[in-house]
């Protein structure tokens, strides 16, 4: 025992095996060591952060993915972030509200405290001819002000905000009324209920590490545009191409949940048209949206169909 004791001290004083873990679980490159040995580097983030080893990298990694993306293609939005809160504030928070937050969530907050409240959100805008929505990612703090005690959204905390509609999704803090701890969503009145409190939910995420990096992994990947400066939240399909001769014309959609229900079941989406030109497309081939026909048939089969003008709402050059 004694002589199986030394060896695997002298294995873990070996310095180059912990480079490994170091870029494992701390995302800490050759140039990022600051002249400490891969032992101590390890270490030292271990000594902060080591509650949060499951869950750093990967949080760390949609940080800096969205903050590279959006200094290249919204920079304003970046001058909107809050550094990292401290572990003792953390616990502080979770005295006040009484629950226990999830260590994802932590971790993202060690990281970056959320947002001010500005506008444009980090979370996303939709923009409709009367009405407008865009979510701010809450600092912990502005979270535990809006922490619900009430029924129908008893031990929940609202993660996000907008200022011009109100509208929060919520983080689960417990198993409770019919939700399941740490999952994600937006609240819905149930319309039909007796009980005035009675909600429904539009879940969005089964936890904030999967929540959060499903979200950034659309900005990144330019699945949600940047127009105007804001991260629209329309959703793109590959499937949802047409192209006919040197046109080709795609589809985005984008459910509003504060405008839908689920009792009475009503779900309201917006939709987005991109027509372009194909790349080897000659002039003489450009063209004019002149008029549109929509032939729209619903999941029970009811076929309704729309004329019009070429352009509604906004219109935009064809590219």
């Not at 590279?68 to 509200?97: F, H």
């Not at 027509?275 to 929509?294: G, V």
Request: proline letters at 5%; charged letters at 25%.
């Amino acid at each position: 025992c004694s002589l199986v004791n030394r060896r695997l001290n002298q294995l873990s004083n070996h310095d180059p095996l912990w480079k490994r873990p170091c870029r494992k679980y701390w995302l800490v490159s050759d140039d990022k060591k600051k002249n400490r040995s891969w032992k101590a580097t390890f270490m030292a983030h271990y000594f902060d952060m080591g509650r949060y080893i499951h869950h750093y990298a990967k949080l760390k990694a949609a940080w800096d993915s969205l903050k590279e993306y959006l200094s290249e293609n919204c920079p304003r939005m970046i001058s909107s972030l809050k550094a990292g809160v401290p572990e003792e504030d953390l616990d502080a928070v979770e005295e006040r509200v009484g629950c226990k937050l999830p260590d994802d969530y932590r971790c993202s907050l060690r990281i970056h405290n959320g947002q001010k409240l500005v506008v444009p959100g980090l979370m996303g805008s939709m923009a409709l001819s009367n009405h407008y929505r865009s979510e701010d990612l809450l600092d912990v703090d502005t979270a535990a002000g809006g922490f619900q005690r009430r029924t129908g959204l008893n031990q929940c905390l609202p993660i996000t905000f907008c200022i011009h509609t109100g509208l929060s999704q919520y983080l689960a803090l417990a198993d409770a009324e019919g939700r399941n701890c740490n999952e994600i969503f937006y609240q819905c009145p149930d319309q039909t209920a007796h009980n005035p409190a009675a909600l429904d939910m539009f879940i969005t995420g089964t936890s904030f590490s999967q929540w959060f990096t499903t979200y950034v992994e659309r900005v990144v990947s330019c699945d949600y545009p940047i127009i105007r400066d804001q991260i629209f939240r329309y959703e793109h399909e590959q499937d949802c191409v047409a192209t006919t001769d040197e046109l080709s014309v795609s589809v985005s959609t984008s459910f509003l949940p504060e405008l839908s229900s689920i009792h009475p079941p009503h779900f309201f989406f917006t939709y987005r048209i991109k027509l372009q030109m194909t790349k080897d497309a000659l002039p003489e081939k450009a063209c004019q949206l002149d008029t549109r026909y929509w032939r729209i048939t619903n999941a029970k089969g009811h076929v309704e169909e729309v004329k019009g003008p070429g352009v509604v709402g906004e219109g935009l050059k064809l590219a």
